[in-house]
Each structure stands twice: as C-alpha cells, then as structure tokens.
C-alpha cells in the first residue's frame, strides 16, 4: 500500500518528472550543444540541429504549461464542489439549479464569502449579475484561501 502524502511531502508523477521532462531536457540540451557546434553553417546537418533544438525547448515549455492547466483546472472543479457542498450545509438545497445562471469566476469569487452571507451573496450574484471583482467587493467575512496552486 502507497504511503499518503503529507503536508510537506512533494509529489512525484513518474512518467512527468522521471520520463518526459528528462527526455524533453536531454533533447533541448543535446540539440543546443550539437547545434552550437554546427552553427554558422547553412548544411542540412545545422538545420537538422536548429529543429531538433526547437522541438525539445517547444516540448519542454509545453510539459510545464500543461502541469499547471490541469493542476488549476482541477482545483477550479473542487472549489465547484466546495461551494455546492457549502451551499447546501447552509442552505440545505442544491445549488446545481442555479449555477447555470452563475459564471465559473462567481462561483470561484463566492468561495471566499463567509457562511452568514454566501446564500445572499449568492441571490444577489445572480439577481444583479455581478462580476468577480463585484462579488469579493460585497464580502463582509472574507475567508481567505491560502491553499491555491
């Protein structure tokens, strides 16, 4: 059995930290020093070189940019959960019903409020349409999320 990770322990995805993004660093530097090498020269071992350097650099910004995508994609759908669940402790009705009247950046603004005034602040978000900005303006109980990626 896995050992949970705690607080302080990093996580590691095998196939991104151990395989991809070693493989896309070797391919970026082994193609900047082997075109280094070449450099200057307008054979087709050069541009071999030149795209080959491209392509690992291109590769490697893409497994960095993709991380954190799905890694903010993932917390905006738990904090959709946490708002619903809030909701409906508070509340005791769902708020799926209403959330097709509610963009993600409310939803994602709402989070913030504190239980006294989230049911409100939900009708008034609807009723007015207010922005994010709008939303985190009219907080009284601001609860701070100190845990975002």
């Given amino acids: 059995m896995a ?3 705690t607080k302080n322990t990093p996580m590691f995805y095998p196939w991104h930290h151990f ?9 970026a530097g082994y193609g900047i020093r082997r075109y280094l090498d070449v ?15 491209g392509l690992g650099i291109v590769g490697l910004g893409a497994l960095v940019m993709m991380r954190q995508h799905y890694a903010l994609q993932l917390q905006d759908r738990l ?3 946490e708002v619903r669940q809030r ?3 508070l509340t005791g009705h769902s708020l799926r ?7 993600l950046s ?15 602040l939900v009708q008034t978000a609807i009723r007015e349409q207010l922005s994010s900005k709008d939303i985190q303006a009219r907080i009284q109980d601001f ?3 100190h845990l975002r990626v």
């Avoid at 450099?39 to 350097?53: K, N």
């Avoid at 019903?97 to 963009?103: D, K, R, S, V």
Wanted: charged share 20%; glycine share 6%.
């Fill in 143 to 145: 609860q701070f999320d």
């Fill in 79 to 81: 904090i959709r959960l």
């Fill in 106 to 120: 409310q939803i994602l603004a709402l989070r913030f409020a504190g239980d006294e005034e989230l049911p409100g």
């Fill in 87 to 89: 909701y409906f402790e």
């Fill in 97 to 103: 019903p209403l959330e097709n009247q509610l963009q």
């Fill in 39 to 53: 450099a200057g020269s307008d054979d087709e071992i050069s541009r071999l070189w030149f795209t080959v350097m």
């Fill in 19 to 27: 395989v991809l993004v070693p493989a896309a660093l070797i391919l």
């Fill in 3 to 5: 050992e949970q990770p």
